[in-house]
């Protein structure tokens, strides 16, 4: 579904990217595990094109969309819930969930009635959203904000979805919270690159993993293989 | 002095010293009086834009009250004349007071403003002044006008030599202070502040009274042009000083060149040749022609070079290819005149964005082969950062302190203690709040409760300047530095206690020991984080890493006692990681305390004394390297296991 | 009766304050997408007011006029947008400042050039037979601008927060970069925030014109107003604006009736300038975060 080859990017004069070569499965859960600074969330950005790759490919369900921008490649099937969340605080958290599906619903008349299923199944899934599907998003908690990001991203029907540190600055208990709509999302079959710190929860939610190491995949292979790897255990998994 | 020095000296001053010659022998073979009357418009508008300069060029902000500075000074000279009968010097001075003081108390709001918000305070200033000029009749005479003469000096009549001679004189005089001033810390300062405020703020150098100072130099340099400009035409009309004129002045700025003195002489000489240029339909084309054939030649090599955008090629051509054949079509040129100026001043805004001094003066000193002027020998680090005597006392205490975003808790009753001549770690997954914190301490965000005791005194809250006076420096996760200025120069503006010399000294130019002094010591610090080389390299042309180093030489620079190093290794490649941790260790000989967030363990395990890890904003575990390491909550939250097997796994 | 002229003086005031109140909206809806704003909007009103005018001249009937006039103001302002202001935002510069003022003094001089530089009238079906209220004389003209005003701003504020497009413009306000991650093009709704901003001020060329007649010179003091309003109210308010316009009207009214005529312009200048002193954000716009 997607396929990343070898990808070269970076800001100004520094490549942080050098040579990123990965594949997604349809119906999948690939983690992406490394170092802070490897070039995790840099890979993200590249893919969906909020960062332009001066070098290699991405082809998304088999058509190349590197250098296309971001919001062009958002319409073509790619919904990417980026690092911070980055949910449009002024705005209600229903407007968050129907901007998600931007893409694909009429700009001026009818969109509400035309959503109206898929945001109850978000509501369904994320009961905290529809308590306060009025409010403005900035004012949720941390962990409301990542379920409002990730239903927002859900509400594009992707795809390929692009999660990055969904778990970033949030409290143990939520994160846990995370975890299992991670494992939901996966059983719903939503095809799914997952870039966590949690390199062990997110091997165990995974069917492949790619360990970056200095802005190239260092290691690949399916979560039992990295259990076995002295190097990744040493370095990532404590 | 070595030989090339010696040959830069000439060549500088010598270009200077001939220019002003040749502009003073003038009058004694030429005595068109029309001829002599533009060349004294040109000494003023020289001053007026040399002062412009100063906010559009340095400070990098669209100033469009300079036209009405003009005004209020030709008025203040022409008032203290007519009214008070006041004598030609203090009539100048009164001009020159004038912008300095209402230029001071429009940059006291005015210094809270960027971009939009401070061309618009300006605008309004400049139409308020209009307005004011025009109805207050009985002071300024309204729409009527203000008629005055020019006073004999010290008891000499100023015929029109004489008094051009007085201008000319005037604006070398302008000139070299100005250079002494530009070419100083205050110089510097203005730049920096255009480049990053935050970090100006961070190293302790008041974004305050540099922005009031440099503005009100600028206003001050416009008004007392404006009393030139009230002698020279002995008639003022509130209408001269409308926006149009502020146009034409951003032109003459921008087409001569930012932040240079030739670019404000060239551009004044500009100024005062278009109306002459609008007036002869011929030479208004073949002044087109050239312009249009530029336009093509530097879209052209843009393209090819792919230095440009397509826009910013074509644009250009389009708008000078539009002069070339309205000049063709339209009768009376002058009718267009204010059309023309917006499509010159177009063309170089977008395809010259440097001016002209900016195109020419690379070219002229590669053909010249002129050196960059020789740095002195680097200090002895032993007197840029004395060695501190520290015995592990209690130096920074932080007591519950908070800070929240809407429903975001980023730090969450955080109590911590560090103590002098540490290296005191702080580490925590990505949103931790590591940076939150060390964000309130350095004073860029206030505290939402709690309290921050430095030394047990109250550490100025919500300021980074007196977070900065009170001895933290500190880096930044995403660089910020003085983009534009060398590496050298970055350590300059933050270094501390070696500008001494008083302002009125330094415009005379004694400031050059201790500028040398600065050098040395920058140079020094430079040194110590391997950038000698660089010294000369623009901060933004600077490798990735070497920014980072830059960053922590120019810190050293406020000569702190606590260093809060925020994530200094992110992006690193392993080799500079290597260099940083002796860079760290260095540092930490000397007896400053560090604060050092950072997410690689190895370099944290290898410095740090004691480790606080965050999480969630709260503090989840305190204790060594080793300690900490062990600690389950941490291998949880920051090795890779979600809490729950975490808990599992705890014995 | 004292009261009734202080009054008089404070309705016609504050209705030529909607005017400003309408051209300061048209700053904000562009500020609000791009953090940029047309310095060179008064020319957009001028000029689209000329352009009407001659449309009129060309025997075409007002309904007709109306249309053609914000049609070509959102064309100009699509233009500004193009000219000046894409290729600042890109290097993420202020160029574009400088740039919109260019442009105004383009349109400025080709105005003179083109229509002259006398002032006309510009003809409407509307009355202006003052009507009595309570001793208070309103024209029927007055309140079409009124009534114009509020309506064009309803519309605009309806569109955006009830369709899904104009929820895209608050997106790309919020967070630009997360907009274009939901497939917002970011460029294309600046675009349309520039070419709404034009028809706005087409808008309320049209609606003052028969009130100040038609000249080059006939927006730039309305200018300086609605940058007061715009500055004073906040420019990321949307209907801080109606109240300081409504505000700043009645007050000029005032102090050009008990000062001196000329004295018009000087309690928005003021004003302005307090305003940036005392409240940068605006009195009803929110404080930034600093970001490092």
């Known amino acids: 579904m997607l396929l990343v080859e070898n990808l070269h990017a970076g800001y100004g004069a520094s490549e942080v990217l050098a040579g990123v070569s990965l594949q997604v499965k349809q119906g999948s859960v690939v983690a992406l595990i490394g170092a802070n600074g490897a070039g995790k969330t840099t890979t993200m950005r590249s893919i969906s094109g909020m960062l332009k790759p001066s070098q290699g490919r991405v082809l998304l369900d088999g058509q190349p969309v590197q250098g296309y921008t971001a919001a062009r490649i958002a319409r073509l099937g790619l919904a990417h819930a980026p690092e911070g969340r980055k949910v449009f605080g002024p705005l209600s958290v229903e407007d968050n969930l129907l901007l998600g599906a931007y893409g694909r619903l009429p700009a001026f008349f009818g969109f509400r009635s035309q959503a109206a299923q898929d945001l109850a199944r978000i509501y369904e899934l994320f009961p905290r959203l529809r308590e306060r599907s009025q409010q403005a998003a900035g004012t949720l908690s941390g962990g409301e904000q990542q379920m409002l990001a990730i239903g927002r991203a859900l509400m594009a029907k992707p795809k390929v979805m692009l999660l990055d540190e969904p778990s970033m600055g949030l409290a143990p208990v939520i994160v846990q919270e995370v975890f299992r709509i991670i494992t939901r999302l996966k059983e719903a079959g939503i095809t799914l690159l997952l870039v966590e710190q949690f390199a062990r929860s997110a091997l165990e939610v995974a069917d492949y993993v790619y360990v970056m190491e200095h802005g190239k995949i260092a290691v690949e292979g399916l979560p039992s293989e990295m259990h076995k790897n002295q190097r990744v255990l040493q370095a990532y998994l404590g | ?651 | 009766m004292a009261s009734t002229v202080i009054i008089q003086l404070i309705v016609s005031g504050a209705l030529m304050g909607l005017v400003y109140a309408l051209i300061a909206y048209g700053f904000q809806l562009t500020y609000s997408t791009s953090k940029s704003i047309n310095f060179g909007q008064g020319e957009l009103v001028m000029l689209s007011a000329f352009f009407s005018l001659t449309l009129i001249d060309a025997g075409l009937p007002y309904w007709l006029v109306v249309p053609g006039g914000l049609l070509f103001g959102a064309l100009l302002g699509l233009f500004v947008e193009r000219a000046a202001v894409r290729l600042a935002l890109e290097q993420k510069g202020e160029g574009w400042i400088l740039l919109t003022v260019i442009f105004g003094l383009l349109g400025f001089s080709a105005a003179e050039n083109i229509w002259g530089r006398d002032d006309r009238p510009f003809p409407t079906p509307i009355s202006a037979e003052p009507l009595h209220f309570f001793g208070i004389a309103v024209t029927p003209l007055e309140i079409s601008v009124a009534i114009g005003v509020l309506a064009i701003m309803g519309l605009v504020e309806l569109f955006k927060r009830k369709t899904l497009l104009g929820k895209a413009f608050e997106a790309v306000a919020a967070d630009r970069d997360a907009a274009e991650l939901m497939g917002v093009s970011a460029t294309r709704i600046i675009m349309l925030s520039y070419a709404l901003s034009g028809l706005v001020a087409a808008m309320a060329g049209i609606l003052v014109a028969p009130i100040t007649t038609v000249g080059p010179t006939m927006a730039s003091a309305l200018i300086l107003k609605a940058f007061s309003v715009a500055v004073v109210a906040g420019l990321d308010s949307g209907f801080g604006v109606v109240v300081v316009g409504l505000l700043l009207g009645a007050l000029e009214s005032l102090a050009s009736f008990y000062i001196g005529s000329g004295w018009r312009e000087a309690p928005g200048l003021i004003l302005l300038i307090m305003a940036l002193a005392l409240r940068p954000n605006g009195v009803f716009g929110k404080a930034s975060i600093r970001k490092v």
């Open chain 2, 1 to 651: 002095m070595s030989a090339l020095m010696w040959k830069r000296f000439l060549l500088i001053r010598g270009a200077e010293l001939a220019t002003f010659a040749t502009l003073a022998a003038i009058p004694l073979f030429v005595s068109s009086s029309y001829a002599l009357g533009l060349l004294t418009l040109l000494a003023i508008y020289g001053i007026l834009l040399i002062g412009l300069d100063v906010s559009v060029g340095y400070l990098g902000q669209v100033n469009l009250g300079q036209a009405a500075f003009l005004g209020l000074g030709a008025y203040a000279a022409g008032l203290s004349v007519s009214l008070l009968g006041w004598g030609l010097p203090a009539a100048l001075v009164a001009s020159a007071l004038t912008g300095l003081i209402i230029g001071a108390l429009l940059a006291l709001p005015a210094l809270r403003l960027e971009g939009p918000q401070f061309a618009l305070a300006t605008l309004s200033f400049g139409a308020l002044t209009v307005t004011v000029l025009n109805e207050w009749e009985g002071l300024t005479g309204g729409a009527q006008g203000l008629q005055l003469d020019r006073p004999p000096l010290l008891g000499i009549r100023l015929d029109a030599p004489a008094f051009y001679w007085l201008c000319m004189l005037f604006l070398a005089l302008v000139w070299m202070l100005m250079r002494n001033l530009l070419s100083s810390h205050w110089g510097r300062s203005f730049e920096a502040l255009r480049d990053s405020p935050i970090a100006t703020d961070a190293m302790g150098v008041g974004t305050y009274r540099h922005k009031v100072a440099a503005f009100a130099i600028g206003s001050a340099l416009g008004s007392f042009a404006g009393g030139l400009y009230a002698f020279n035409f002995q008639y003022l009309q509130p209408h001269s000083f409308v926006y149009e004129l502020m146009v034409i002045l951003l032109l003459g700025v921008v087409l001569g060149g930012r932040k240079s003195l030739w670019g404000a002489f060239v551009g004044a000489a500009l100024i005062v040749l278009l109306p002459n240029l609008l007036s002869n339909r011929m030479l208004f084309q073949v002044f087109s022609a050239l312009g249009l054939l530029m336009a093509v030649l530097a879209g052209v090599r843009g393209l090819l070079n792919k230095t440009t955008r397509p826009f910013q090629a074509l644009a250009p051509i389009v708008a000078m290819g539009s002069l070339v054949v309205g000049g063709l079509l339209v009768a009376n040129t002058e009718d267009w005149r204010k059309a023309i100026f917006a499509l010159m001043l177009f063309s170089v805004v977008v395809g010259l964005p440097e001016g002209l001094m900016g195109f020419v003066t690379p070219l002229l000193s590669r053909l010249l082969r002129m050196a960059p002027p020789a740095l002195p020998a680097p200090a002895a680090l032993d007197e840029v950062l004395a060695t501190r005597q520290v015995h592990g006392e209690l130096l920074l205490e932080l007591r519950n302190l908070k800070r929240y975003f809407g429903g975001v808790k980023a730090v969450d009753d955080v109590s911590m203690c560090v103590c002098a001549g540490h290296i005191h770690g702080l580490i925590g997954p990505n949103g931790s709040g590591k940076s939150t914190a060390v964000n309130v301490i350095s004073g860029l965000y206030a505290p939402s409760g709690g309290a921050m005791l430095l030394h047990g005194k109250a550490l100025p809250q919500g300021s980074l300047y007196r977070a900065a006076r009170a001895g933290i420096a500190r880096t930044f996760q995403n660089l910020q530095l003085f983009g534009e200025l060398s590496a050298l120069d970055n350590v300059m503006v933050a270094l501390k206690g070696v500008y001494r010399m008083p302002l009125p000294l330094l415009l005379l130019g004694f400031a050059r020991r201790e500028e040398k002094r600065a050098q040395a010591e920058a140079l020094a610090l430079l040194q110590l984080v391997g950038l000698t080389q660089q010294a000369r390299a623009r901060a933004r042309d600077l490798t990735y890493g070497a920014q980072r180093f830059l960053e922590i030489a120019r810190a050293l620079a406020c000569k702190p006692e606590l260093l809060i190093l925020d994530e200094p290794a992110a992006g690193l490649a392993q080799p500079d990681v290597a260099q940083l941790i002796e860079i760290i260790r260095r540092i930490h000989q000397r007896g400053i305390t560090i604060i050092l967030i950072e997410h690689h363990m190895d370099v944290v395990s290898e410095l740090c004394n004691v480790v606080t890890v965050l999480d969630g904003g709260k503090i989840i575990a305190q204790g060594s390297a080793a300690e900490v390491k062990r600690h389950p909550q941490v291998i949880a939250a920051y090795l890779g296991v979600a809490p729950a097997e975490a808990e599992h796994a705890q014995p």
